[in-house]
């Protein structure tokens, strides 16, 4: 019985989740590939937002707000609001916004939840190209106007034939971070920039083999997680320890080549 209310749980958490995505969607669909403001979040850098990033936000906080009111929130672009109950949801409704400003359709809306610190479910939409993917806690499913389909991960479990992925090689930091991504690159059969979130899509739909990147926020991976696990991968930090906070990620379709890369990295 336990189990089954549980399950039925997690299927209402989800309902609410592929809500928020459509309501998240029909706020940023106006703005992408239109003349608009960009805002700078950093002084030291450029860190990009936009109006669609917060009033997407804004929409899905809303919405988890009618469905949920005692979980917490934790976004990208609002304070966080802390409930009374153990789930909590983690919300980045535009990843990838400088794909986004400059008319490329590899971002996406983010869309987690945790169960303290251990994410159960994950949703990501791309509005533009109509697909979304999420998990359900055992499997992971691609949705195109098409139809629904499960997706997986490939077989790989050499590095010298893997494909490798990374948003850019700007993310990793002078000295460690730039030498074990370089003895990656260089072991690998081909590298590939750009993505953000989209790259971890390609993953579990078997296009790529490995996504390492460094410098993620929590709200870049929580929903990734629960997705590429259900897939048939393996993502982990650089040590090979859970990744519930960002920082160093890997993740990789085979577990065999997730254990092969963690030996590189650390040697």
């Known amino acids: 019985m336990e189990t089954q209310e549980k399950s039925g749980e997690l299927d209402a958490f989800l309902r609410t989740a592929h809500l928020c995505a459509d309501r998240a969607g029909a706020m940023i669909l106006p703005h992408f590939?239109?003349?608009?403001?960009?805002?700078?979040?950093?002084s030291s850098e450029f860190d990009p937002v936009t109006e669609a990033d917060r009033s997407a936000e804004a929409a899905i906080r809303e919405l988890l707000g009618e469905h949920w009111p005692d979980h917490s929130v934790v976004g990208e672009e609002h304070d966080d609001h802390h409930g009374e109950s153990a789930y909590n949801w983690v919300v980045d409704p535009i990843d990838g916004t400088r794909s986004f400003i400059t008319g490329i359709p590899l971002w996406g809306t983010l869309i987690g939840l945790r169960h303290n610190t251990d994410p159960v479910l994950g949703l990501?939409?791309?509005?533009f190209l109509q697909?979304?993917?999420w998990s359900d806690g055992a499997s992971a499913f691609l949705r195109?106007?098409?139809?629904?389909?499960?997706?997986s991960t490939r077989s790989c479990a050499r590095i010298d034939q893997a494909f490798l992925t990374t948003t850019s090689p700007d993310l990793f930091g002078e000295g460690h971070e730039r030498?074990?991504?370089?003895?990656?690159r260089d072991a690998v059969r081909m590298t590939r920039y750009g993505g953000d979130c989209y790259g971890y899509c390609?993953?579990?739909?078997?296009?790529?083999d490995i996504v390492l990147e460094a410098g993620l926020k929590l709200v870049d991976i929580i929903a990734?997680?629960?997705?590429?696990?259900?897939?048939?991968?393996?993502?982990?930090?650089?040590?090979?320890?859970?990744?519930?906070?960002?920082?160093?990620?890997?993740a990789t379709g085979d577990p065999e080549l997730h254990q092969q890369v963690l030996e590189l990295l650390n040697s």
């Open 144 to 151: 195109r106007p098409s139809g629904t389909t499960r997706i």
């Open 131 to 133: 697909e979304r993917y």
């Open 33 to 42: 590939r239109k003349n608009h403001d960009v805002d700078n979040k950093s």
């Open 179 to 184: 030498r074990c991504f370089a003895k990656l």
């Open 224 to 250: 990734i997680i629960p997705i590429v696990e259900a897939a048939g991968g393996r993502i982990t930090d650089w040590k090979g320890n859970k990744v519930i906070d960002g920082g160093q990620v890997l």
């Open 124 to 127: 990501v939409d791309q509005p």
């Open 202 to 208: 390609m993953l579990t739909q078997g296009y790529f």
